[in-house]
């Protein structure tokens, strides 16, 4: 069933409460911190009106920018990811299913032979997984023709020997990839696409993209976030796993595939598993999504003044938000929903790298506001909490007198909310309340440590002077809260 633009309209606050998964092209591509739409769509529509402007500076995949567009309002959105600009316009120029299967349909006509000669057994057929322990190749994997079945077979020398036979192999069409020195996402200084792909992939990857620079604009960017959404699986990161579904007395000799999660690992025991056919299984995924999706094309301005000169359409900037909301005027946004980083839960920039790579886009890692682990970054609690106090500033001055500003937020440790004391001490700006987000969206990876919390919050506030939100409205919501204090880490 085509989704229509009223699927997502008329929210409730029950909605709110129970989200539902992110589905179709939602789903369709990996970013950290997504947040439930319903949220999103649900304030958009009560406290806004046609060709309002409603502003979110730390944009990630751009879920936001599409809902205020969806809805008529004038949308601003800023992220210093130059991977949240691409997904955004992605969202927000569609290709059309035939257009685009037929691009793939062509792709694969020029080189799926190609690549699949790269994993050709000695009996003919094609390796669809290689199970690697270290660095040995342990099993084969291949699939029977018309069966679903895997049949498993021991590595020989001639499948060492093609592998073999792509060592040193010279990337052409992906930047080098930069790294940080950073033990919780297992990367370093020293490391390249080489540590994380076989050179064998990266060949592989490579003629994928000789293909995608054959097409332009929408199909092109399209093609080239099938690619970046599939090289999670294309890499060595990708997990065994074993003995899952043992019983209690009976070890269970099945190995199944895993997934790349959050990090830069190589697991002891990883798969290798053939390129196109991860390219392609993505590429079915993003088909079947664009079947399903009604398709508009919005209007994205060049610049800041032919938005507000204008009564629809977005303007997204791959900036440093403190840098672009400089150049807002004063009183002129009625919505500000954003979902910045929060503290040192994900590391953005650091793992959307390799995208960046594929993609041949640059990144200003200085300017993220962040807490990292990463040595060589510096980026320490106090710098976060002083960005983060001056973006606080940024949005009192932006915010119209009767706007709101919702902000998605969580931290393990209170120093991490100490920005949200500048609203009370040197704002004009109050806090109203806040609840937490159920989610049931898988894709929301968060914080998978030890500790980590599971949900985030939505704080709810506006200017002192304002009642343009009715309090009593949220009280019901299980979690609600009217003070800051009593959040609970
Ligand atoms: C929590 S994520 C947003 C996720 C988003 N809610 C979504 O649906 O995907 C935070 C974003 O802030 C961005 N960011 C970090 N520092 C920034 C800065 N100085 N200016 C603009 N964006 C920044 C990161 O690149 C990241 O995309």
């Known amino acids: 069933m085509q989704q229509t633009l009223f699927d997502f309209e008329q929210k409730t606050l029950d909605d709110v409460i129970n989200p539902d998964t992110y589905k179709g092209i939602y789903s369709f591509h990996k970013y950290w911190g997504k947040k439930p739409l319903e949220s999103i769509n649900y304030f958009i529509q009560q406290y806004t009106t046609e060709s309002d402007i409603i502003i979110d500076p730390f944009l990630g995949s751009g879920f936001i920018v599409h809902e205020g567009l969806r809805m008529n309002r004038r949308v601003i959105g800023i992220d210093l990811n130059p991977f949240s600009i691409e997904h955004t316009q992605f969202l927000l120029d569609l290709p059309s299913p035939k257009e685009y299967i037929s691009a793939i349909k062509n792709i694969e006509a020029s080189i799926k032979e190609k690549t699949y000669s790269s994993y050709m057994l000695e009996n003919n057929t094609i390796a669809s997984h290689y199970l690697w322990e270290g660095d040995s190749i342990k099993q084969i994997w291949s699939k029977q023709e018309n069966k679903r079945t895997r049949i498993e ?23 080098d990839a930069h790294f940080f020195t950073n033990s919780r996402i297992n990367s370093y200084t020293t490391m390249t696409l080489s540590d994380i792909f076989t050179d064998r992939a990266l060949r592989n990857i490579d003629l994928i993209i000789d293909e995608i620079k054959k097409y332009s604009g929408a199909l092109q960017r399209a093609l080239y976030l099938t690619l970046t959404s599939s090289s999670g699986q294309m890499s060595s990161m990708v997990f065994a796993i074993t003995n899952r579904g043992k019983t209690q007395n009976k070890k269970s000799e099945k190995i199944e595939v895993g997934s790349w999660v959050i990090g830069f690992w190589r697991p002891e025991l990883h798969f290798e598993i053939n390129v196109w056919n991860c390219f392609e299984s993505r590429a079915k995924k993003l088909y079947n999504a664009l079947q399903n999706t009604s398709r508009e094309k919005y209007k994205i301005h060049s610049n800041l003044s032919q938005l ?35 503290s040192d839960r994900i590391p953005y920039l650091e793992l959307s790298e390799i995208w960046n790579s594929i993609l041949n886009k640059n990144v200003s890692f200085e300017k993220e506001i962040i807490v990292s682990n990463a040595k060589e970054r510096n980026k320490k609690k106090d710098n976060y909490i002083n960005d983060m106090e001056k973006f606080i500033g940024e949005v009192n001055r932006i915010l119209k007198t009767d706007g709101i500003f919702l902000l998605y937020f969580n931290a393990r440790d209170k120093e991490s909310w100490k920005f949200m004391k500048i609203i009370e001490k040197a704002s004009d700006l109050e806090f109203c309340g806040a609840f937490p987000l159920e989610y049931s969206a898988t894709s929301v990876v968060q914080d998978n440590r030890k500790g980590g919390m599971k949900n985030d919050y939505i704080l709810l506030m506006k200017h002192k002077k304002s009642k343009v939100l009715n309090e009593s409205e949220f009280s019901f919501i299980p979690g609600w809260i009217e003070k800051l204090t009593e959040i609970t880490l």
């Open 308 to 342: 507000f000169h204008s009564t629809a359409g977005c303007y997204l900037a791959n900036n440093n938000c403190l840098d672009e909301l400089n150049t807002i005027p004063d009183n002129s946004i009625k919505l500000v929903c954003t979902d910045p980083p929060h």
């Open 153 to 175: 077979i021991e590595p020989t020398d001639f499948d060492r020997n093609l592998f073999n036979s792509y060592r040193n192999y010279n990337v052409r069409n992906i930047r």
